[in-house]
């Protein structure tokens, strides 16, 4: 489309390249992720996210060296400032959902530190967990837990939420997960941090921007619904008469189909394994197996209902899955992406500091012209 002397209009920017990285490459005709020069499938279940944090921020992996200094710089900083504590409690007697007290909270993230980017990424890192673990127990009358320097970022998580230790398997699984949201490409709000590092801001501007981005739907997903989907079915033998039932309806199947792939999303995959093995551990695969049993039931029926589409399992589908198994409520779930994703946005931030230049679209108008001012009491 062309407007006057304008260039021609993309809307919302599709395939459109506007920036080059070395942190992930996203590849939706194939379903390739890669991470860093790692393939998601490779990187996923083997990394700790310490690891992966680092490799993104520093662009290998970290020696047994580099790992214990970079864990231990994480650790430092996991303890709230006082003032974002306060906040979260007087937020908490408002009941506002856990994305807008996060996105309340880590502004307040710098009080206290230097004026170093690499300091407040740190901060950030460590700290919106402890965030997210301390406002969820405060929405439901119970203390904030403070953190627990002995345990690794993943398993001090879980226990300030649920006030216990995770097993080895649940450890294992929300590593994966954290490891495969970690980074996927120039996506909505990957892009807003990198917009407003570009101005010369700093990283915790960048972070809650890039939080407000996440807090959309058409963002953040809707991981709960595609599980909501499955409980409503209840039995794999009703589960092509439910699913039939809701295409003839026009609705959408929640966990199907991606704007990028084509193909099965490969995260998908890693967090099907991921979800096995987890619940394989804790001795019950009722759920798992039902789940796979309408991941089947569903792909077929929209290749018969939506034939040409391809409209195969996205990251939402065992997202659902292994978080439930984790013991985390629905609302809990698009925190939880936050806290493996913003290692990503950091390590863009990085990137985008580097490379030095603001990032400055045009627009084409299409408003009027030659207006003539008419004074109020003419209007």
């Not at 407000?212 to 092509?240: N, T």
Request: overall charge negative; hydrophobic content about 45%.
């Amino acid at each position: 489309m062309q407007n006057g002397t304008n260039p021609p209009i993309t809307p919302g920017l599709e395939g459109v390249v506007a920036a080059e990285t070395r942190l992930s490459s996203v590849n939706g005709q194939i379903g390739e992720l890669i991470i860093a020069g790692f393939a998601v499938e490779e990187l996923g279940n083997k990394a700790t996210f310490e690891e992966t944090a680092y490799l993104l921020w520093y662009g290998h992996l970290p020696d047994r060296h580099e790992l214990l200094d970079f864990k231990a710089r994480l650790v430092t900083l996991r303890t709230l400032p006082p003032a974002t504590l306060h906040l979260l409690k007087v937020v908490a007697t408002q009941k506002v959902p856990a994305m807008d007290a996060l996105r309340m909270a880590a502004g307040t993230l710098n009080l206290g530190l230097s004026n170093s980017h690499e300091e407040a990424a740190l901060a950030l890192t460590a700290r919106l967990p402890t965030i997210v673990a301390a406002y969820w127990r405060l929405l439901h009358g119970q203390e904030a837990i403070e953190p627990d320097p002995t345990l690794d970022h993943a398993a001090n998580y879980l226990t300030m939420l649920n006030g216990k230790r995770p097993s080895a398997s649940q450890v294992r699984g929300l590593e994966t997960y954290l490891n495969t949201v970690v980074d996927h490409g120039l996506n909505a709000s990957t892009f807003a941090a990198r917009v407003i590092i570009s101005t010369q801001s700093d990283v915790v501007s960048a972070v809650v921007g890039a939080i407000g981005a996440l807090k959309g739907p058409l963002h953040g997903g809707a991981p709960g619904p595609a599980l909501d989907m499955v409980f409503e079915i209840g039995s794999a033998d009703r589960a092509e008469s439910y699913l039939r039932a809701k295409l003839e309806r026009g609705e959408r199947l929640m966990g199907f189909g991606h704007r990028v792939y084509k193909v099965r999303d490969p995260r998908a995959e890693v967090l099907a394994q991921a979800a096995a093995q987890m619940f394989q551990a804790g001795g019950d695969m009722t759920l798992y197996e039902l789940v796979k049993a309408v991941e089947g039931t569903a792909v077929s029926l929209l290749a018969e209902y939506k034939p040409g589409r391809n409209l195969q399992t996205n990251v939402e589908f065992y997202t659902a899955l292994l978080l439930h198994g984790l013991g985390l409520e629905t609302d809990l779930f698009t925190p939880t992406f936050a806290i493996g994703r913003v290692a990503g946005w950091i390590a863009h931030c990085f990137e985008q500091v580097k490379y030095g230049r603001l990032i400055r679209p045009q627009s084409a108008y299409v408003g009027e012209r030659d207006r003539q001012w008419l004074p109020l009491q003419e209007r």
